[in-house]
């Protein structure tokens, strides 16, 4: 089935840990996105990517990473200088020029 | 700066009930407008709006576009419990989607 996986569906993380969440599509789509979402908050963009081996920093990009060496893969390290990143992580897809996403399951992440 | 606005940001009706949910927006370059329902993990489509007046509907479920206004709605008529979700707007400006913060949805039986 074509859809976008992401994985793990939750992660622990201890202070001062890098982790790397996965985000793979098999939609062949050229646009790639990661959000993340607070309780009580819409989706805000921490990164994005149009096209493979470039990607765009978002309006909260600090204390993330990504890389786009692949069409089919979108990984988003959270590393330690993010400061509070307990947070619900979404991966999101699109065509070119077109605004519809689909969206990953998610992935809950949890400093602990 | 760019922004989505949606009101309220819950709600809880009986089953039976008709809701509207109102999205606004203030964005630089507008494209379209989207609404999604995000039940437990992923948001699933639900509409794309790109012209004033012209309602889509999908079921019990429509909406309409205002770009004098700068407003959307989303009606949802004849509510069941499998309505009960959070409604999110997101608005394409420049090939960015803004978002709101969501409209939580509450249908009791």
């Known amino acids: 089935d074509g859809g976008i996986t992401q994985s793990p569906k939750y992660l622990f993380r201890k202070e001062g840990q890098n982790v790397t969440l996965s985000c793979e599509q098999n939609l062949n789509h050229d646009a790639m996105y990661w959000y993340r979402q607070d309780p009580g908050q819409g989706l805000r963009l921490i990164y994005y990517?149009?096209?493979?081996?470039?990607?765009q920093k978002g309006d909260i990009a600090e204390g993330y990473s990504v890389s786009r060496e692949k069409k089919e893969s979108f990984p988003l390290t959270v590393t330690s200088a993010q400061k509070n990143p307990t947070a619900f992580y979404l991966c999101?897809?699109?065509?070119?020029?077109?605004?519809?996403?689909?969206f990953g399951q998610g992935t809950r992440l949890t400093v602990v | 700066e760019d922004k989505v606005v949606q009101s309220p940001l819950s709600l809880v009706v009986h089953e039976g009930d008709t809701v509207t949910l109102n999205c606004s927006y203030e964005v630089t370059n507008f494209r379209s407008l989207l609404w999604y329902k995000q039940e437990k993990k992923a948001p699933t489509f639900l509409f794309m709006l790109?012209?004033s007046g012209i309602e889509k509907k999908s079921g019990r479920l429509s909406s309409i576009l205002d770009k004098k206004e700068l407003f959307s709605i989303l009606n949802i008529t004849a509510t069941q419990t499998g309505d009960s979700a959070v409604y999110l707007c997101?608005?394409?400006?420049?090939?960015?989607?803004?978002w709101g913060a969501g409209t939580k949805l509450i249908i009791k039986p």
């Open positions: 999101a897809s699109s065509d070119t020029g077109y605004t519809e996403a689909f």
């Open positions: 990517s149009q096209i493979v081996n470039d990607f």
């Open positions: 997101a608005v394409d400006s420049n090939y960015q989607l803004i």
């Open positions: 790109t012209s």
